[in-house]
């Protein structure tokens, strides 16, 4: 079994290696968080903040490793597929999937974290320099190298969980079925997304709740609620973005630009591929769009009040806070469609063959980004607005007094970059290629 | 009589292998052919004949290395990205053995798909008009997954058909289909033969297809070796042994 599972990892080196760069920046964050637990065994007053980071960080890293793990298995239902037809058991099938799913999460994690150790020493004071934490040059780093085998299992817990169900169908699924269909299939909700969806709407409503009618102090616990919100909407993405892509893609007439049209085909139905870009991005502009406005709001209420509490997000909190959600946001969406290259390869080849211009292709390719980037976004501003409602209501405000996306929209628009590289340099390099070989080679 | 496509010394060949075993082998070695408008031209040999890189030659999907290509008088050989495009826009249909409908149009979709792209997007009723004329009355909203392979090839002749193609490429149209269905795609591969103005040219190992043609060309080693008028799967059959 170990023989297959190495020698299929290497002849879809292309598919993994996604995977792969999502559990690097995972083994980063987590070696980072572990460096700082470490390091604040002198300092404890770090270690607070070692903690906001990683629970920051863990939604991140959860919704991203668990989206990159689930398209990975679906981009390798074909070859899954074909073990079947060599009469390899669904349960061993199942079971060499987990065991991918694990060595790819393991190996890249460890890159992660050995980048992250030898790069903390050097990262340490450029990541503290506000004044506020100053001076710092006494400080004894550590990077805490007996954390990392926690950080390991840490990354390879959640691809597992995150690949468990892909893993499971992969083996059950007819072979004849996957081998006959030519596009992935649309998986839409699960019972478990409901149930986490319903935990996590449960969690935020507590946390809204026990808002109302105490002191400023205890309001720094709102900033957990755009995670949380965020949270919520990404157990519940496959419904709601297809929902809201749709919907706001719809306004735009279907006849105007045949490249339009196109690439809102390709986005509304590529759902697994299409939920993976824009939660990371969705992510990304709800926490620093919600945090933001929060910052701001309390910053107002503080005014107002005449306290002398601060509630503005220097550059060290900031990093803190919303780096290690952005790099895993920005690592995820990237790898989503860069994974998804090769069905764009045969897509392009189809649409040349049927009339396309390569003009028309490549733009829509760049409408497809923009597209992405835009429901996500969209999505981000619900959960920015929503948590600044909620605290502006605590405090008895406007409800939208404070919202603040241009920190939100810095992301969105680094997301959007990343997805049109992403997007552009498969489409660029498909045209490269002869249509007839393509086509010929799915016969 | 018009051609529809006219090929001169067609030469094709393809480098296979890697490092020191890299090695250039010839697929197509100069083959010639006309096609005439309401004609349908059968391509039989065997495996590795060069077949399909003719075919594809022809469409201009695939680059020849020499010779000359005209569809519908334009040249493809060595023709410009945009002169390729605007030929197999405005005059070419395609129809493949795995029917390479996009997965993620409707029916409806892929059949109106190259007229749009080519700036004369179909009516609704149109599009139904076409599905109708391959039988698939009602299923234009019909996704390729939710369809038999039947249906979906019938799909992909609808497509062909509505692009307003004047030259219809089939390659294996008949491959993966059972018999009842490669018979009923056949009878409409023919009827888009009959109508004067349009040729069909087909690649196939099916013996019964290819006693659909008007004209039956026999491939081996990249050239044509026999050509056949109408005839019976047996002496088609006695034409490919005597090829072999």
Not at chain 1, 109 to 134: D, H, K, R
Not at chain 2, 40 to 49: E, F, K, L, R
Not at chain 2, 171 to 194: M, Q, Y
Request: proline share 4%.
């Amino acid at each position: 079994m170990m023989r297959l599972v190495f020698l299929d990892l290497r002849d879809h080196a292309a598919t993994w290696v996604g995977a792969f760069c999502v559990a690097v920046a995972c083994g980063f964050i987590g070696g980072f968080a572990a460096s700082l637990m470490a390091t604040a065994k002198s300092y404890p007053n770090m270690e607070s903040l070692a903690v906001t980071m990683l629970m920051f960080s863990a939604m991140a890293a959860m919704a991203v490793l668990a989206s990159a793990a689930n398209l990975t298995v679906a981009m390798q239902r074909r070859s899954y597929a074909l073990w079947q037809l060599a009469n390899v058991s669904p349960r061993r099938v199942a079971a060499v999937v987990l065991a991918q799913l694990a060595v790819v999460a393991v190996l890249g994690a460890v890159v992660g974290t050995l980048v992250e150790a030898a790069s903390f020493v050097p990262l340490f004071p450029l990541v503290f320099s506000s004044p506020f934490y100053q001076p710092i040059d006494q400080v004894v780093l550590d990077a805490g190298l007996p954390f990392m085998p926690l950080v390991w299992l840490s990354v390879a817990g959640v691809f597992l969980v995150g690949g468990l169900k892909g893993a499971r169908g992969a083996g059950r699924t007819s072979p004849m079925t996957v081998l006959r269909a030519t596009d992935q299939p649309r998986k839409g909700m699960t019972w478990l997304r409901v149930v986490l969806f319903a935990g996590l709407v449960f969690g935020t409503w507590q946390l809204a709740s026990s808002l109302f009618g105490k002191d400023l102090d205890a309001l720094g616990n709102s900033l957990f609620l755009p995670l949380l919100m965020a949270a919520a909407l990404v157990s519940v993405a496959p419904a709601v973005f297809s929902a809201l892509l749709s919907a706001w893609t719809s306004l735009v007439s279907q006849n105007r630009w045949n490249a339009w049209y196109i690439a809102r085909h390709i986005a509304r139905h590529g759902l697994s591929v299409s939920t993976s870009v824009e939660t990371p991005i969705m992510v990304g502009f709800g926490l620093v769009a919600g945090i933001f406005s929060l910052s701001s709001l309390l910053e107002t209420v503080i005014q107002q009040y005449g306290l002398t509490l601060n509630a503005t997000l220097d550059f060290t909190t900031s990093v803190l806070l919303l780096g290690g959600p952005i790099l895993l946001c920005a690592v995820g969406a990237a790898v989503s469609v860069v994974m998804s290259s090769r069905t764009r390869t045969r897509d392009v080849a189809l649409l040349i063959a049927s009339g396309a211009r390569p003009e028309t292709l490549v733009a829509a390719a760049g409408f497809e980004a923009l597209i992405h980037a835009a429901t996500a976004t969209l999505a981000g501003m619900a959960v920015a607005a929503a948590s600044n409602a909620v605290v502006a209501a605590a405090v008895e405000f406007p409800l939208f007094s404070g919202l603040a996306f241009g920190e939100g929209l810095v992301v969105s628009i680094a997301g959007f970059v990343l997805v049109l590289a992403a997007t552009l340099v498969p489409t660029l390099s498909a045209l490269r290629k002869q249509p007839a070989l393509v086509l010929a080679v799915e016969e | 009589m018009s051609c529809t496509v006219v090929a001169r010394e067609v030469c094709k060949s393809f480098v296979i292998g890697r490092g020191s075993k890299r090695r250039a082998t010839d697929v197509l070695r100069g083959v010639s052919l006309h096609v005439a408008a309401g004609e349908m031209v059968a391509i039989v040999g065997p495996s590795g004949s060069g077949k399909s890189t003719l075919l594809y030659c022809l469409s201009g999907l695939e680059a020849a290395d020499a010779g000359s290509v005209e569809v519908m008088g334009r040249q493809v050989v060595g023709a410009g990205r945009n002169d390729l495009f605007k030929t197999r826009r405005d005059h070419v249909g395609f129809i493949f053995q795995s029917y390479n409908l996009i997965p993620s149009l409707t029916a409806g979709e892929n059949v109106s798909l190259p007229a749009r792209l080519a700036g004369r997007p179909l009516t609704a009723a149109q599009v139904r008009e076409v599905l109708a004329g391959v039988g698939l009355e009602g299923r234009e909203k019909s996704r390729p997954a939710d369809m038999s392979g039947g249906e979906q090839q019938r799909v992909a002749i609808a497509r062909a058909l509505a692009g307003g193609a004047d030259v219809v490429f089939a390659d294996e149209p008949t491959g993966a289909l059972d018999s009842k269905n490669g018979r009923e795609a056949l009878g409409l591969l023919r009827g888009i033969a009959d109508d004067p103005a349009r040729s069909v040219v087909m690649v196939t190992h099916d013996l019964e297809a290819a006693s659909m043609a008007d004209r039956i060309l026999v491939l081996k080693d990249g050239r044509v070796v026999r050509e056949l008028g109408r005839s019976n799967p047996t002496d088609i059959l006695k034409a490919l042994e005597a090829a072999r």
